[in-house]
């Protein structure tokens, strides 16, 4: 697909040009991964580190990728493990070329107890027992000799094609133990630490290859889902009061500037995800003096499958052959709403390298706007008429000028275009805080936390203006934290927040009207933690008491 020339020129007003175009996160975003849940990655985010402790240390980079979405905490009897059989993937970018020159490779393995026999118990009289396997993964409180599936991981880095196992810091230990997903209170009692004492016994420090001298932290296993939106009404053609989503603010539902946000409670609250993370110094990532990363997570099962009509536990089926990619996902939302669906499929096996041929048109000329105009419009046209759109290529391909941008090559080249989610590591992180409501400059000394509108009120009649109030460039776009209201930005910068007031930008034109799906993200819906790995305990399966 062509890129027009037009992208050559890009106003300061493109600092939150987003990609990110509708109401939902990555969860059953195309048809053929709806088939492979263990390898649907739901959300990435990657952000400096804002945890309070390191705040006088040097930079870290956080890189969190969700996978396996809408988990049911009563999911039993078998829960969530990942597939043993896909590899995860986790991609950096350092030099913009859209291509990885850093991969964090995680494999997993599910082993049952006993020596792969599982636990079992002795049923029948003591002279004439029969030794039978159990049907459940513990047979008491998790611990050892209870727990009759342990699930494990290995993860290597590979740096520009050279692949080194990751070790935990100071030994030669490189297996690593992911935890049993959160099965209840009495099989993780209160008066144990609970769950959330026990799941801290497995958030590594690790050595980085390559990187002499530094070390990060690492975690893999169940979280709370930490991603809000007003998920089924929005994808029944966006089943809400249009008084909400074109911003008019109807009793009970405060708008932004408000110290409490929501027309609807967030129907993920409940759900759980699988979280990938990582904290790795940002010198370990960057090159060449650079200061901006490119991320992005990806997913990828062997290409041959063979079941076995006599499945066994360690072998229901022979898998084999080369890896294809089966899931991707840089900028939230993208896949979602923004690509086609004859597309879908395709763009989860693509690289980054091959968007600029196969997919702009999505970005250029979009239909979301359009769809809300006629879900909304009255008849009139409410979505922007100015082709093609520039404002969501800037972020989408090729990042923000003077933000997230990569600068050309010494010799003159310029950097690549494609999806990825770009970091400018020299950018300050913010520190969560306690207030979310975007009424101060949350990007100075002193501020009082994240604004869940990111980066977006950093533009000031096209100008970027980093002492506006709110205006956080610790926020989405510039990468993404957990409490970045990604839905919201989304929604108002495809409706034309960004094009100059004399654009065909009927909602906006020189005013700011917030648009909104009714559900609030922010870093304190769930209280999230200032602290690695950031996301919160998963949800409980059975509270203790019979209920």
Known sequence: MRLSSKLVVLSAGA?????????????????FVTKSPKVDGTDFYMFDSYDPSESAGPTNVVLIADYLPLQDPFGGPNYFTLDPEAMYEIDVDNTG??????????????????????????????????????????????????????????????VNGTSTPINVHGSSVTTFTKPTDNIGVKSFPVDAGGYAAYASQYVYDIDIPGCAGKTGKMFVGQRAEPFAVNLGPTFDLIDA????????????????GATTYNCVSNPLQGKNITSLELEVPASCLTTGGGTVIGGWTSAYLHQGRVLNPTASYTVPAAEGGPWVEVSRLGNPLVNEVVIGLPDKDKWNGSAPAEDVQNFAKYVEYPTLPELISILFGGGAQIAPQVFPRT???A??????????????TDAGAAPGTCDMLRLNTALPATPAGTTYDCSVDNGSAGSTGQCY????????????????????????????????????????????FL??????????????????????????EFTIPPAFPFLNTPNQGANGNGT
């Open 241 to 256: 009061p249009g008084s909400i989503v074109t911003g008019a603010s109807p009793a009970g539902c405060p708008l932004p």
């Open 395 to 408: 972020a989408f391909l090729t990042g923000l000028p003077g933000v997230n941008a990569f600068p050309t």
């Open 97 to 158: 070329t859209c291509s990885s020159k850093i991969a964090f490779q995680f494999h997993f393995q599910n082993t049952l107890a006993a020596g792969g026999a599982g636990l079992s118990l002795d049923i029948g009289p003591a002279d004439a027992s029969v030794s039978v396997p159990v049907p459940l993964v513990n047979i008491g409180a998790v611990g050892a000799g209870t727990l009759n599936v342990s699930e494990t991981y290995t993860v290597n880095m590979v």
């Open 15 to 31: 600092l939150v040009a987003l990609p990110t175009v509708a109401q939902a996160s990555s969860h059953r975003e195309a048809p």
């Open 391 to 393: 404002d969501l290529v």
């Open 499 to 524: 094009l100059p007031a004399n654009a065909a930008n009927p909602l906006y034109n020189g005013k700011v009207t917030p648009l909104t799906d009714g559900v609030w993200q922010n870093a304190g």
């Open 453 to 496: 509108l990111g980066a977006a009120l950093c533009a000031v009649n096209g100008t970027v203006t980093p002492t506006a109030p709110g205006c956080d460039l610790g926020g989405f776009p510039n990468g993404r934290r957990p409490g970045d209201d990604v839905v919201d930005i989304a929604l108002d910068v495809v409706m034309g």
